[in-house]
């Protein structure tokens, strides 16, 4: 039976959806193997809820410091050697982590190892003879905002993910390549790059009975504004569409907030009352906002499908599924330089529109659809020519690499 270690990093949502979509399909290549997956925080605890016991690990890998909107740069540059918001230094982090994953490497005999954002583990694997497989969407990342001093840092973390056996890019084939911005990638790392396309999500259930919710978009012309990432970037990016919500009041929109919390689910009608969805369903409320906790995939793809825009921070994964999966036009609000790069593609390929400000956000959304022609057009040859088989490709790079290690 082969075994095959899984390292997740638990900064933000897409490292843990590219792993989970690839293990949905991961036995039809790799029968009968051995899956163990490693993280922290909120992503350790989905582990272990999805997982048979023994087979989800907890593993203390460093992640930044959370401040008002993203990383607190401040606190993670002194949380290098110091002691910051209950987090040792860094240094000392680093050390650790490595020997826990040392520890599970060396217990559970991995014949392969799959990585999504964890570096480390790279030099560990290389070290003991396994074979590396590393999925990312950033390599060296152009920082269009970020001080100088970020460079040595980025060098250093490409280094490390250079140490990979493969390095599997979760993106079209250029030209299509949507984190072209953030690749950059040397000679070196380039001869062993493989670009399996993004990892979507096929519709794997039956249809369920529509909700009330989709019962009460449905025919409606509406916006969908995306809250993603961790606390503090979810909560920045609400306090930015609030502020472009009041320069467009008669606009109507959906606002995902990704958090599973029932009381978040609610409906503003135009008359300026609250309602809850089946209340506002049941009453046929003329509705300009409802917010949702937590959408179920579903009801996610009927949003996907209604609006006509979708408003999100840049995340590498929610833009591919928007842009090729549903080929709708995306307007961003950046949050990282990561972000950025994403964005600042789209908007070059008449894919989207770059906006770093309510007000630009606003005038996003006027432009969008003053010219929706022109963007359904460019969207269609992106679509097109959009890989979304990335878990298929990367669950056969694995079986692969399995077969030639024996």
Known sequence: MPRIGEFIYPWGNGHYSRMSRLNEVLDGYVPGAEVHCSSKGDVYERLRRDLPEGLAHHI??????????????????????LPVSGNPPLVSQIASYLREESRLCDSCGFDVIVSDGDMGVNVLARNRGIPSLFITNQFRPRLWASRFYFYPGLEFVSRQIAKAARILVADSPPPYTMCEFNLNLTAEAARKTTYVGHFARGRTAAPSPRSDLEMLIEGCDFGYWMRTGSASTNDGTGRRYEEAFARMPDERRIVSHARRDPSIDSVLGRDGRRYSISEAYDKKVDWLQIDAGFLTEQEKDMVLEGCSYAVVNGSHTVMGEIMGGKRRPIIGMPVYDEHTNNLRWAERKGLGILAGSASRAAAAVRRIRRDAE????ELDVFAENFSGDGAQNTARIVAETLEQKR
């Not at 930044?64 to 050697?81: A, F, K, Q, S, Y």
């Not at 022109?374 to 057009?377: D, E, H």
């Open 374 to 377: 022109s963007f359904r057009g």
């Open 60 to 81: 203390m890998m460093p992640t930044p410091i959370d401040g008002r909107m993203g990383p607190d740069v401040l606190r993670c540059m002194l949380n290098v050697t």
